[in-house]
């Protein structure tokens, strides 16, 4: 039975293997000798008779491995040796017998790699690996055929390429054919070698991926690159590297990319325009989009992962309308923000996104396609690399390969979108989760629905936001400066973290005029944006910060502060800020995403006079209860 699952049988091997073998203790010197059984059992010992004895066994590898030393040169040298005695030989070929290892959704070497490699130096190597279910999905969505040439320009160990060909093998393409189908570039020597080993477990010969700079066009000590790029490739596949710290590009380099040029939006047209100035430092993972869409022919298909903040933010509007112009969308899938964490401390939380898209025949070429998107809450693993039994993805696939509408109990998981009906060239798709907007269709019947930018344009709300008073002003003073970690169940915390001085508090007083009523509301942050507190008449000598919208009432006739305080706290406004929110540096942001949303008011006036005497009575009864608490802290102390 060939069902125990890839983890569970490397730990068994790692374990052991570090009880038992002699002379190799290290875990990768361990993992070594497993990758040399790998290649063993996968390419030649796959079949072998059982209750073979653990002598003739151990006979059998060594002659394998030396057969495969021939094939994959690049792989292992001349020198390669199987190290291993026959019994830790015997245990691993037993182990791996209980796994499907024909199976194209396991990934063996990427498993292998998270047994043996400690969670620390996965932390600092975990981004070689794009997560196999991000890779899963976007090969299955991109179907790749037979004679296909498929490239991916920042391949690192080479997961897409790797699942790319076992993906054509399990669809009875030739090992030679695959070889020949299939092209990496990876910046990185010792990744591009990892690469050369994870493509050459299925094809068991020497693959095309190099040691080169994509962006650059030159591969290791100034050569060229020893095959063409530009529109020559069926299928692109990348997880290009991100992040604001990485330089990418010579300036001779960037002035043959559009997207590194600075773009300005025509306040007419509402597009974008590109100009004459290039970017000091442009963003790799904006370039290598560029970048994929050139090596693409027209009519090629792209399966990519980028950062959510590319398709969110009002700064990335220039990306999405190039591409828009340059391709058709047909999928955009929102990731979990775990995806990418492979332990407790390895891994980053940053929040991706899969795009699925097909390079237009013509540039100019216009046609109304519909988008299918989803927002994926559960990828298979937790915020610490766990395996959960929680995964949407397989769903979210099944949708859009069959092109099935949503389901009402599921709505996250496969909706359409329109191309004229993306909003300011926002393409996240919880954005447009249809989630919300049922549930306030739900209620359109007995409540009166009105958005937030609309009671502004009445003079019946305004909305201000705080100021930062800089770390030197902490603690000179005992006057609040109320932060967005002090906002809690509607109540300003009785001892905020940090006391400003007379002197400070009236340098803000003024401008940011606080008064009972109020509503603080947090704009910036990550778990707590959405979060609102009621200012008491005992709060109303504060400083709050930039993070902080002060929303206040002009007109209390429509509508109470105890009513507003519970319509923003409402599941259907909840469920609008998670839609809304959006990536901003290194911190999500709503920003000016507030006024979009909706408040779900009751039309009925004598419920409305009841949740306003609940809420007035939660309010004062805990601001009762603090200042109580805070009079007791004083008194105790006092002589």
Not at 55 to 81: G, M, P, V, W
Not at 195 to 218: F, G, M, P, W, Y
Not at 329 to 356: D, Q, R, W, Y
Request: charged content about 25%; glycine content about 6%; overall charge positive.
């Amino acid at each position: 039975m060939n069902n125990k699952k890839l983890n569970t049988a490397f730990q068994e091997i790692r374990n052991y293997l570090a009880g038992k073998a002699i002379g190799i203790t290290r875990d990768q010197s361990l993992m070594h000798e497993v990758v040399k059984c790998l290649f063993c059992k996968v390419s030649i010992l796959n079949n072998l008779e059982k209750n073979i004895n653990n002598e003739k066994l151990s006979i059998l590898y060594r002659q394998a491995f030396n057969e495969i030393k021939n094939k994959t040169q690049t792989i292992f040298s001349e020198d390669d040796e199987l190290l291993l005695d026959p019994e830790s030989i015997a245990f691993i070929h037993n182990t791996l017998d209980q796994v499907d290892l024909n199976n194209p959704h396991n990934d063996p070497l990427s498993e292998l790699y998270q047994t043996f490699v400690s969670s620390d130096a996965r932390g600092a190597e975990g981004q070689f690996f794009t997560p196999t279910q991000a890779v899963n999905w976007l090969v299955n969505a991109i179907a790749p055929k037979e004679g296909e040439k498929i490239i991916d320009p920042a391949c690192g160990a080479g997961s897409f390429l790797s699942f790319s060909a076992r993906y054509l093998k399990s669809n009875g393409v030739s090992p030679s054919i695959i070889n020949q189908s299939l092209f990496g570039i990876e910046k990185d020597e010792y990744l591009s070698k990892l690469a050369n080993t994870h493509i050459a477990l299925s094809t068991l010969s020497q693959s095309n991926v190099i040691c080169a700079d994509s962006i650059e066009r030159k591969a290791k000590n100034s050569s060229t690159i020893p095959f063409k790029l530009d529109h020559q490739f069926d299928i692109v596949l990348a997880n290009p590297p991100f992040g604001a710290k990485i330089k990418i590009g010579t300036e001779n380099t960037k002035k043959k990319f559009d997207l590194a040029y600075r773009w300005t939006k025509d306040k007419v047209s509402k597009k974008f325009i590109k100009t004459e100035k290039i970017l000091s430092n442009p963003s790799p993972q904006i370039l290598f989009l560029e970048l994929c869409l050139k090596l693409l022919k027209p009519g090629g298909r792209m399966g990519i992962v980028i950062p959510e903040s590319m398709l969110s933010s009002s700064s990335g509007g220039y990306v999405v309308q190039y591409l828009l112009e340059e391709a058709y969308l047909n999928a955009v899938i929102g990731m979990p923000e775990n995806l990418f964490k492979t332990s407790g401390k390895g891994g980053t939380h940053t929040k991706t996104c899969l795009i699925v898209a097909t390079k237009k025949l013509n540039k100019k070429d216009i046609y109304e396609n519909e988008i299918f998107m989803a927002e994926a809450k559960w990828c298979g693993h937790d915020s610490r690399g766990n395996l959960i039994p929680h995964n949407d993805l397989p769903l979210i696939l099944e949708n859009f390969l069959k092109k099935q509408k949503y389901n009402p109990s599921r709505p996250n998981l496969g909706y359409y979108l329109k191309q004229n009906e993306i909003n300011d060239y926002i393409l996240a798709p919880r954005y447009y989760n249809p989630e919300s907007t049922l549930l306030l269709e739900t209620l359109k019947k007995t409540h009166d629905l009105i958005s937030i930018g609309e009671l502004i344009k009445k003079n019946i709300l305004e909305i201000k936001t705080g100021d930062e008073v800089g770390k030197l002003a902490y603690g000179t003073g005992t006057i609040p400066f109320v932060r967005t970690s002090d906002i809690s169940n509607w109540e300003i915390k009785i001892d905020p973290k940090h006391g400003l001085s007379e002197e400070i508090y009236n340098t803000y007083a003024t401008k940011q005029d606080v008064k009972e009523g109020d509503i603080l509301m947090v704009k910036d942050g990550t778990y707590l944006i959405g979060t609102c507190a009621y200012v008491s008449k005992y709060d109303e000598k504060m400083v709050y910060q930039s993070h902080l919208y002060k929303i206040r009432i002009l007109d209390k006739t429509y509508i109470s502060p105890y009513i507003l305080l519970a319509a923003l706290s409402s599941q259907p406004v909840i469920e609008q800020i998670q839609s809304k929110r959006f990536t901003q540096d290194i911190i999500d942001s709503l920003g000016k995403r507030i006024m979009e949303l909706i408040l779900p008011i009751p039309k009925d006036k004598k419920r409305r006079d009841e949740i306003d005497k609940m809420v007035n009575r939660s309010i004062n009864e805990r601001i009762i209860a603090r200042e109580l608490a805070r009079k007791a802290k004083i008194m105790i102390s006092e002589i």
